[in-house]
């Protein structure tokens, strides 16, 4: 195998597969990377057994097709140093020479133990576009079951429709939906939803940007995320998500809920400034809201007291309800500052945080 091509581009897709490959496998051919070069392009592999990827690149001057490994933290190491803007690798029998042979006689292990990863052909799915996809993975992860004590919850749902591609997570104490829409194509004539794990997301999100269109298959017991000639495939999870829609009040009840609009920018300043008095054993973040104003207080035995308000269209009863800052702040740090959230209250019931983009966000206040 011999072959050039531009060495920050190869960086670029080297990395995102590196970043799949398992950490520690009994098979440690699969702590490295299988790349093929064929028909002026090149085809990176990775996986971790439960995540795999398949990342083409084009436009590369093959000169002698074939396949290799490539150790993964060598050549990590290599491409952080070198600066020349094209890379030449060159593979014979199981050693390689990179650079124009300034890395040479590189031991790999014998391509043929790592199996080819195969694109699926897919007539029927759901597509999505690859900011749409970020931007639903980015909203909904955070609020996952990190303990694994219930293994149903330690991922993300997705459910795919005619027309609406939506996320759905839950750790038991909030609760995050995020509607977006997707184009159908094919016959699908059920409902395809599935509990993505946080690995597969966590490489989704990495990948995932701009108006490509991304394709969405669940077949056997995975999830496939497919643009061009590439492809992310992750396990999914088993097990039963609550019925989540339950839990969100609907449009009747929210007619009985306090309304509140803000700016997403202010609030996260003004929670970040007030929660710095907050101690282990005193969490809690006082929200106590009054005719046009809202005022947060939290105190510490040890750290003193805050009390920081700001204006806001409250015109109800006086209320007061204590939260864990944290969850707000999740919330809101990944909206732009200049995005206005409608904010629903009714006395100690969750809380529901709406924007006009289709994301809810329902919280539990602290007893």
């Known amino acids: 195998m011999k072959f050039t091509c531009n060495k920050t581009a190869f960086a670029q897709t080297f ?21 093929k070069a064929e028909n002026g392009h090149l085809i990176f592999m990775a996986s971790d057994l439960d995540n795999s990827v398949r990342l083409q690149l084009d436009g590369v001057n093959v000169q002698e097709p074939g396949s290799t490994i490539l150790p993964k933290d060598l050549l990590k190491e290599i491409l952080q140093v070198c600066r020349d803007n094209e890379i030449l690798v060159e593979s014979r029998g199981n050693q390689l020479s990179l650079f124009d042979g300034r890395y040479c006689d590189i031991p790999t292990i014998d391509p043929d133990n790592f199996p080819d990863i195969e694109l699926i052909e897919a007539d029927e799915y759901h597509e999505i576009t690859a900011d749409t996809l970020r931007q639903l993975i980015t909203r909904t992860k955070y609020a996952t079951e990190r303990e694994n004590t219930k293994y149903a919850l330690s991922g993300v749902l997705i459910e795919m429709t005619e027309g609406r591609f939506a996320g759905i997570s839950t750790d038991s104490r909030r ?7 997707a184009n159908q194509v094919g016959n699908l004539t ?3 939803e ?10 989704a999100e990495r990948i995932f940007s701009g108006e490509e269109k991304i394709r969405c298959v669940i077949r056997e017991g995975r999830i496939h995320f497919l643009w061009g000639n590439s492809m992310l495939r992750g396990r999914l ?20 809920f306090v309304h509140v609009d ?3 920018g202010p609030l996260t300043q003004l929670i970040r400034e007030a ?5 282990v054993k005193q969490p809690a973040l006082l929200f106590q809201f009054s005719t046009g104003r809202l005022v ?27 939260f864990e800052p944290t969850f707000i702040l999740d919330f809101l740090k990944i909206l732009n500052p200049e995005t206005q959230v409608e904010l629903y209250l009714n006395d100690n019931s969750a809380a529901l945080f709406k924007t006009s983009d289709g994301y809810r966000y329902l919280v539990m206040p602290m007893s």
């Open 15 to 35: 990395n995102v597969a590196a970043a799949t490959a398992a950490v520690n496998d009994i098979k440690n051919v699969f702590q490295n990377i299988k790349l």
């Open 175 to 181: 609760m995050t939906n995020q509607e977006s829409t």
């Open 190 to 192: 059920t409902e395809n």
């Open 194 to 203: 599935s509990i993505v794990s946080l690995g597969t997301l966590d490489i």
């Open 237 to 256: 999870i088993q097990g039963r998500f609550p019925r989540w829609r339950n839990m969100f009040p609907t449009d009747d009840k929210i007619k009985d």
């Open 262 to 264: 803000f700016l997403a």
């Open 275 to 279: 929660k710095i008095p907050r101690t």
């Open 296 to 322: 947060l207080t939290a105190q510490g035995s040890e750290r003193g007291q805050s009390l920081l308000s700001m204006p806001i269209n409250y015109d109800a009863e006086p209320l007061d309800l204590k």
